[in-house]
């Protein structure tokens, strides 16, 4: 273990160490939030609030239906696939209460990508909501998925505003493709069945897995990293720490959850961490949508915020972006990507609040460092590792590198997974006795600080989503018109990176319009190549690998 150096820096209120033991189980600490805050906002999705007792009731209802209606046993397997809607809390926190293990999964993913995560799960049941349905048609019969529960976006904001937005997404702006799931259940059936039940509720213990988060790790394949209820208890307790020492009053804050609560940042950030503080969340369903999102700001005194880098650079752009008032912000924070230093000074600028910047990754339930939230944290660095928290410099043989030298990032703490789903020889590769090796490479500064300088591995990061060059040249691959092609990360204004491939054809005829549509048949937005370039060869080692350096460096 190192020195802790940068324990002498860190803000005066935060503790050294978290108990990880706090809580046996997230349940537990679900519990204690619906017994302190029963008449607290917990909620607030298109105008319609949801208090602590309402979440508490429904949660209880939905996991007694997955129980005694659908047969689900301690330890199944279901995936949550939706936006930011009130339905993604209580189908979690019911699914954890009735025992079973949560698969996020974005609801943007291809049938090639659904395919694979729900196969690899072992998947029994999907909560969907009716957008995506037609893409889980195409795949369900080669999955082992036997209950599908169905909902549509205002499924819970009430009379009239339920059916208005039904009836808009779907007859209006015609965003739900026809489908058929003969056999699908609606959510508010499942929860009307689910109140007349008794939820037996599962007592996990604290090694057990609370969640498979699906991560392409430094290669290509999507791996489910499998965070356990202490895992994610550990870490929720670490922001916590960081957190309160900042000004954050319990059951007072207003938090603005614009990140899908899917994407592990925000899942502990956010709605954990938000549920235990008592806040209240603001979910955001479509946070690409800049005018409606701003106009959600103006509604609300709100005092936190979390996001990455684009998302802060949008708002930032928006020309109304002085309409809102900002006087009630203590603390915003920028994960899953870098902040950008032009980000940060012009978000301080407008919103008289500093933006800090968080480091993890999601082997990591995901925080690992974080700048102190009073504005001393210094921009260009990740901060100091949370409470609990070893960072070293490792050299390429394991060693532990001095202050000042650059090697790979890794990290000990009670946060870091228990290894990959079904994949011990992965887990071996990132975890060394018990050290979590990151892929990226860093510097240690005098005060303890980490830079981040480079990525050990060819992952590129598009605004804060992980895309692995493997996976996309596995699909351009497949187009009968390609040879060769190599897929590298290219810096970008806007997301940080975007995919650039780089093609050898072999059909003369294959243009880059080709490709576009066949990568967006195939892959995840984010993930689509956003630069094509054609070449008659690629760099290659003697060996024959394509080499990505090269063609990064040209």
Not at 300 to 316: A, D, E, Q, R, Y
Request: glycine share 8%; with cysteine.
């Amino acid at each position: 273990m190192s020195d802790k150096i940068w324990l002498k820096n860190y803000p005066e209120e935060v503790p050294h160490d978290i108990n990880p033991d706090r809580y046996p189980n997230i349940v537990a600490m679900l519990e204690e939030s619906f017994k302190t805050y029963p008449n607290n906002p917990a909620y607030t999705n298109m105008g319609k609030t949801l208090l602590y007792k309402q979440i508490n009731e429904q949660s209880k209802a939905f996991g007694a239906f997955l129980q005694k209606n659908l047969g689900l046993q301690a330890g199944d397997r279901i995936a949550i696939m939706m936006p930011n809607t009130l339905q993604y809390p209580i189908a979690l926190f019911g699914a954890m209460r009735a025992g079973l293990i949560v698969v996020n999964t974005n609801p943007l993913y291809t049938p090639r990508e659904m395919k694979h995560q729900f196969n690899d799960a072992e998947v029994k049941a999907v909560v969907i909501v009716e957008n995506f349905a037609h893409n889980l048609e195409q795949i369900i019969g080669e999955t082992g998925i036997r209950h599908v529960i169905l909902t549509e976006l205002g499924d819970l904001l009430g009379f009239p505003k339920r059916q208005i937005v039904n009836f808009v997404v779907k007859r209006v702006k015609k965003m739900v493709p026809a489908f058929k799931l003969p056999n699908a259940i609606r959510f508010s059936k499942a929860l009307r069945e689910g109140n007349r039940l008794n939820l037996k509720a599962h007592q996990a213990k604290p090694g057990d897995i609370a969640m498979l988060q699906y991560t392409g790790g430094t290669t290509g394949v999507s791996k489910g990293a499998m965070l356990t209820h202490r895992n994610i208890i550990a870490n929720m307790e670490q922001i916590a720490a960081w957190m309160e020492a900042a000004t954050v009053e319990l059951g007072k804050e207003i938090i603005i959850t614009a990140l899908p609560l899917y994407h592990i940042f925000a899942f502990t950030v956010n709605c954990l961490f938000g549920f235990k503080s008592g806040g209240h969340a603001i979910l955001i369903t479509n946070p690409r949508d800049m005018p409606a999102f701003i106009d959600e700001l103006k509604k609300h005194p709100f005092t936190m915020i979390t996001g990455v880098n684009t998302l802060f650079n949008g708002l930032l752009n928006q020309a109304n972006i002085k309409e809102v008032d900002f006087s009630s912000l203590k603390i915003s924070v920028g994960g899953g990507m870098a902040v950008q230093r032009v980000v940060a000074q012009k978000w301080e600028e407008v919103t008289g609040c500093v933006l800090s910047e968080g480091y993890g990754l999601t082997e990591a339930s995901p925080v690992l460092t974080i700048h102190p939230l009073d504005g001393s944290g210094r921009i260009g660095t990740i901060g100091y590792p949370v409470p609990s928290t070893d960072i070293q410099i490792m050299d390429e043989n394991g060693n532990e590198l001095p202050i000042g030298e650059r090697g790979e990032i890794a990290a000990y703490g009670p946060q870091i997974m228990k290894g990959y789903l079904n994949r011990p020889e992965a887990t071996a590769e990132v975890i060394k006795d018990g050290w979590l090796y990151t892929g990226d490479i860093g510097i240690q500064d005098e005060d303890g600080a980490i830079r981040i300088v480079d990525r050990k591995k060819d992952m590129i990061l598009v605004s804060g989503f992980n895309v692995y060059p493997n996976e996309v040249e596995d699909v351009v691959a497949s187009h009968p018109g390609v040879l060769e092609v190599a897929a590298i990360g290219v810096p970008d204004a806007k997301s940080g990176e975007v995919v650039k491939i780089v093609v050898v054809k072999k059909d003369a005829k294959l243009t880059e319009a080709d490709l576009k549509a066949y990568c967006k048949e195939k892959l995840t937005g984010y993930k689509v190549p956003k630069q094509y370039e054609f070449r008659d060869e690629l760099p290659k080692s003697n060996v024959g690998k394509i080499l990505r350096r090269l063609l990064k460096e040209e």
